[in-house]
C-alpha cells in the first residue's frame, strides 16, 4: 500500500546548526517528493521538492537528497534560525491521475536561540 | 500571490448535525482536494475533485461525506451526520495542472471542526 514514514517525530537544535529530516516511501511508483513547512494556524506550504529523475536539490539553506533504490528522501536545512521552527511533512505522489499527497507524520523542529 | 480560502476558520457543531466546509481554491487551478488532520496526526487525502467529478477518495471519505463545486468557484465538503471523531482540521488544496509528477499544490489554512 501507499505509506511514507517519517523520523524524527520532533527535533530540537541550537540555532545555527543543522537539521535533518529523513523519509521514506512503500510505493516504487512514487516520483515527486514535495515537503512541507506547517506553522501554526496555518496550512502546509511547500518549500522544497524533487522528482524521482533528480539525486539532489537546493535551495538556499534547504537541500533534499532522493535515494530511489533505498525509497529515502531526506530534507537538510542548515544554519537554522529560530523562524525555522514549525513542523515539516514530507509527501509522495504515485504517478497516478490524481495528484494525490500522502503524507508522512510530520517533524516539530525547535530551533532554540 | 494567489492564495486557497478557506471558510469558517473554525467550525463547532453538535454530533449528528450536518456541516459544510467552504474553500475558494486558486482561480485557474483544475484539480481540487480535501485533506483532514486529526489534532497530532498525519495530513489524510480524503478526496480528489477534477472536472466536476470525484477522481478518488480515501476509506474515510464515506456515504457521509459529498463535494461540490455549484458555481465554478467554491468548493465544498458537506458532512451529512458529524461525528466526534471527525473533529479535525480539513485543508482544501487546489493544482493548477499535471496532477502527476511535479505540480505543486497549494493548500488553504484549514478549518478546524469540533464536534461535540
Known amino acids: 500500500g501507499e505509506n511514507v514514514e517519517q523520523h524524527p517525530s520532533t527535533l530540537s537544535v541550537q540555532e545555527g546548526d543543522s537539521a535533518v529530516i529523513k523519509c521514506t516511501y512503500s510505493?516504487?511508483?512514487?516520483?515527486?517528493f514535495p515537503w512541507y513547512k506547517q506553522e501554526l494556524g496555518k496550512g502546509p506550504q511547500l518549500i522544497i521538492d524533487?522528482?524521482?529523475?533528480?539525486g539532489e536539490k537546493k535551495d538556499q539553506r534547504i537541500a533534499v537528497t532522493l535515494n530511489k533504490t533505498a525509497k529515502h528522501f531526506s530534507l537538510h536545512i542548515t544554519e537554522t534560525q529560530p523562524e525555522d521552527s514549525a513542523v515539516y511533512f514530507c509527501?509522495?505522489?504515485?504517478?497516478?491521475?490524481?495528484?494525490?499527497?500522502?503524507f508522512g507524520q510530520g517533524t516539530t523542529l525547535q530551533v532554540k536561540p | 500571490e494567489p492564495e486557497v480560502t478557506q471558510t469558517p476558520s473554525h467550525q463547532v457543531t453538535q454530533m449528528g448535525q450536518e456541516v459544510i466546509l467552504r474553500c475558494v481554491p486558486i482561480?485557474?487551478?483544475?484539480?481540487f482536494y480535501w485533506y483532514r488532520q486529526i489534532l497530532g496526526q498525519k495530513v489524510e487525502f480524503l478526496v480528489s475533485?477534477?472536472?466536476?467529478?470525484?477522481?478518488?477518495k480515501s476509506e474515510i471519505f464515506d456515504d457521509q461525506f459529498s463535494v461540490e463545486r455549484p458555481d465554478g468557484s467554491n468548493f465544498t465538503l458537506k458532512i451529512r451526520s458529524t461525528k466526534l471523531e471527525d473533529s479535525a482540521m480539513y485543508f482544501c488544496a487546489s493544482i493548477l495542472r499535471d496532477r502527476g509528477a511535479g505540480t505543486e499544490a497549494f493548500f488553504g489554512q484549514g478549518t478546524r471542526l469540533t464536534v461535540v
Open positions: 509527501a509522495a505522489i504515485r504517478s497516478s491521475n490524481t495528484g494525490k499527497l500522502i
Open positions: 475533485f477534477y472536472n466536476n467529478e470525484i477522481s478518488e
Open positions: 482561480s485557474n487551478h483544475l484539480y
Open positions: 510505493d516504487s511508483a512514487s516520483n515527486y
Open positions: 524533487i522528482r524521482s529523475n533528480v
